[in-house]
């Protein structure tokens, strides 16, 4: 099978089964996700979801929170991973959208990455979600799900994978799959057993072939 035999087999699958594919964190406008991915990294979607109503309903906006400081957003954080550096991230964060961005957060990769606490996969997950940019985020469920599928083939880093996807992705589907992937990893594809007899795509599937029907 080829790559582009691969990419279109899964695709159709998923456009099939999972028609609705989205972010799974909780949020009302760009600066409440923004918020919520920052405290998602290495943390899970339903720890940030927990915490995100009463960090951003006493904090709102970049406005609000610029002018607090780390040490009261830690309190509402405090249950996340890392939440020392993660509250000075966010404060940083919004003191830079209020000074470079007038309070607006950026629809642009290269800008929202000059923003603390937002990395690549970051600012393509805000770019994607909430811009609709043909821009694909790669965290460790994309990174893990596209190499097992056969989607990408030994890559060595996130941004290799990044690329690899976006070549073979039709760029109207990118936002979407980003989410399928994500999703499929989280749920089924799973790290360390995967549940590949549940598993919808191990027709096409890379891993399934060679590790488990040899």
């Known amino acids: ?36 991915v920052i405290l998602s990294a290495q943390c899970t979607d339903k720890r940030v979801n927990m915490i995100t109503p009463a960090l951003l309903a006493d904090f709102p906006s970049p406005e609000v929170m610029a ?5 009261v957003i830690f309190e509402y954080i405090r249950s996340v991973t890392y939440p020392n550096n993660k509250a000075k991230h966010l404060v ?42 043909p821009a694909m985020a790669v965290d460790t469920h994309v990174y893990r799900i596209s190499e097992r599928l056969g989607l990408t083939t030994g890559s060595k880093n996130v941004l290799q994978t990044e690329r690899e996807l976006v070549k073979y992705i039709p760029e109207d589907l990118i936002p979407k799959a ?33 590790r488990v029907i040899g």
């Not at 989205?22 to 996700?33: A, H, N, S, V």
């Open 92 to 133: 940083g964060m919004a003191q830079k959208l209020v000074s470079d961005f007038g309070g607006v957060v950026p629809d642009d990769v290269d800008e929202l990455q000059t923003l603390p606490g937002v990395g690549r996969k970051t600012a393509n997950v805000i770019a994607s979600v909430v811009f609709n940019k």
């Open 178 to 210: 980003h989410h399928w992937l994500i999703l499929h990893g989280r749920y089924i594809c799973v790290a360390r057993k995967p549940k590949c007899e549940d598993c919808g795509l191990k027709k096409w599937c890379r891993y399934y072939e060679k």
């Open 67 to 71: 002018v607090t400081t780390s040490e």
């Open 1 to 36: 099978m080829t790559t582009p035999q691969r990419y279109k087999h899964i695709i159709s699958w998923f456009t099939e089964n999972v028609p609705i594919a989205e972010t799974e964190l909780q949020y009302i406008d760009p600066f409440g996700l923004l918020v919520a």
